[in-house]
């Protein structure tokens, strides 16, 4: 899966190959918990989390054919270069080629880390 036409999170996670659901529910459970002012919805065919419809997300994950991937803000990278290192990582995304791979208290923390560095710019 690349890009997904569901129209909701919850469309979405329905169509995810079943051995990497749990992992994605629970980024979207961190994201949800992290993001409790932010939108939730489908861009570029993945889930996203914005203030709203016309504002660049702050998070999105996807399903893709290869691994799973996360996209979070370079500057969420550069404060946790070190947590990252050794991952596959660009300038905003994280890649996973297998569901236990993923970190999920690393994750809340990129959220977290997220959720602070767009309060302050309000």
Partial sequence: MVQSKAATVDDWLETVEPARRPVLEAVRAAALRNFPGLTEGMRY????????????????FNSQKQYISLYVSPRVHAQNAEALKGLDAGKSCIRFRRPEQIDLALVDKLLADTARLDAAED
């Fill in 45 to 60: 065919g993945m889930p996203t989390y914005a203030k709203d419809v016309t504002t660049d997300p702050a998070f999105a």
